[in-house]
């Protein structure tokens, strides 16, 4: 090996090494399973899987009703489930997290990024519900990023769960819309609540009937009949 061809080499074992020891992108678990790819109502992603800019359309309706056979656009049942810039609208309930480790990111960097014209999640009556069996769950932004919500009845519900993260969000109702009658609530109005915290005590395990160890920082949130934020 002559001097040149050496230092050519030795360049090169140099810029393998630098690439190696750059920051994370900020990208989780490596690249998507998909990537802007459109399903149908009811969707149930594997465990461990990774989807970036998911798109489900259950309906047209600007005011789905709140059934007890609710049309769903995401069912998270299995483990580890990561959601980036989604587009989910129109459901009874945007997404039904009933497994561990879910995140829904709002990543300013990436494909299918939202804004307050055209949001990830609208028009669900419940836009994102963790239930039994929900823990270790986040929604946060990347990059600077923001997760837009606009017109959900209510837009984040947590009924079970712990360890969970809810920030970097940006939710409102600008207008009212006749969203079906609650009992107490009827007529043109707008949202019930932004994020709604109430453990519901038949959601939870029998060894720890509590809602606990859940963080709720740097939400946006208005447009609301009751209040942004319920705890």
């Known amino acids: 090996m002559n001097k040149k061809t050496g230092l050519l080499f030795a360049w090169m074992i140099l810029g393998v090494l630098l690439v190696g020891c750059l920051p994370w992108d900020g990208s989780p678990r490596g690249e998507p399973d998909t990537t802007s790819q459109t399903f149908g109502e009811g969707w149930t992603p594997e465990a461990n899987s990774v989807h970036l800019n998911p798109r489900i359309s259950c309906s047209a309706d600007p005011t789905p009703a709140n059934v007890a056979n609710a049309v769903r656009g995401v069912n998270v049942v299995n483990a580890n489930v990561v959601l980036i810039n989604p587009q989910i609208k129109g459901c009874s309930v945007g997404i039904l997290v009933r497994a561990d480790g879910f995140e829904l990111l709002a990543d300013k960097s990436r494909a299918g990024y939202a804004s307050a014209a055209s949001p990830a999640i609208q028009s669900n009556y419940r836009g994102v519900v963790f239930d039994r069996g929900a823990f270790d769950y986040e929604i946060k932004g990347l990059n600077e990023g ?35 009658s609650t009992g107490r609530l009827s007529g043109s109005r707008r949202a019930k609540v932004g994020i709604k915290a109430r453990a519901y005590y038949n959601l939870l395990p029998v060894s720890d009937r ?13 447009g609301f009949e009751e209040e942004g934020i319920s705890l």
């Open 146 to 180: 923001e997760l837009f919500m606009r017109n959900n009845y209510i837009p984040i519900n947590l009924q079970a769960g712990y360890g969970c993260l809810i920030s970097d969000t940006d939710i409102d109702h600008p207008n009212p819309l006749d969203w079906d």
């Open 210 to 222: 509590s809602l606990h160890d859940c963080v709720i920082r740097s939400n946006d949130v208005a």
